[in-house]
């Protein structure tokens, strides 16, 4: 009997000594208070900011006409090359050596053509990562004069849905909007301001 009390006393002693799994110090809870976060919608900010709108512009504007070229390049060497074939088959060349040289002059055209396409999709690729580098260093340039002031712990960017829930008054995409929109000047109307102060 005395040496299940023993046991059973040391058991209380032992529990009142471990914190509970569910109790947090009073530190954690204090941090937790001056924890301040705030989100940034990623498809309003490429929608509304001017900068991201007008590069999307220009680099849709490059995309269409690199395509137009290829295509209008596609579509002479297809003509070019049914006509060798037809040429071809109705005897239309006066010598072998002559379809030869007109087989060899539609193979390189061929080859010119695959190599302007990798030439315009390698421009293409790379102005799209100077625009993203551009506009994180836009972004992020802004964060740093905009937090200043508001002081908070982190801004995260919400795309599509890697942000499952969040209160909505955390959501300061429109105020960064503004501020961006009223910090970009676009190149044209630098050129027009500029082409005003020398007249």
């Not at 530190?27 to 509304?48: H, P, W």
């Not at 396409?117 to 004069?145: G, I, M, P, V, Y």
Request: charged content about 25%; proline content about 2%; hydrophobic content about 35%.
């Amino acid at each position: 009997m005395m040496g299940t009390l023993a046991i059973a006393a040391m058991m209380v002693s032992c529990n009142n000594s471990n914190p509970k799994m569910d109790e947090q110090p009073a530190q954690a809870e204090s941090a937790t208070t001056e924890l301040k976060i705030a989100y940034i919608e990623v498809d309003s900010l490429m929608t509304q900011y001017n900068f991201a709108k007008d590069k999307s512009l220009e680099l849709q504007k490059k995309s269409n006409n690199a395509r137009n070229t290829l295509t209008q390049k596609g579509n002479q060497l297809q003509a070019a090359a049914a006509n060798f074939q037809q040429k071809l088959q109705n005897n239309g060349f006066q010598s072998r050596e002559q379809a030869a040289g007109v087989q060899a002059a539609i193979e390189r055209q061929q080859r010119d053509l695959q190599e302007l396409q990798a030439r315009l999709e390698a421009e293409l690729a790379s102005e799209t990562t100077k625009f993203n580098d551009a506009l994180r260093d836009s972004l992020s340039n802004f964060l740093k004069a905009y937090n200043k002031d508001k002081k908070y712990t982190m801004i995260l960017s919400k795309a599509g849905d890697n942000i499952l829930m969040a209160d909505k008054k955390y959501d300061i995409t429109q105020d960064v909007i503004n501020g961006l929109n009223k910090r970009y000047k676009p190149a044209t109307k630098k050129t027009e301001n500029t082409k005003e102060e020398n007249k």
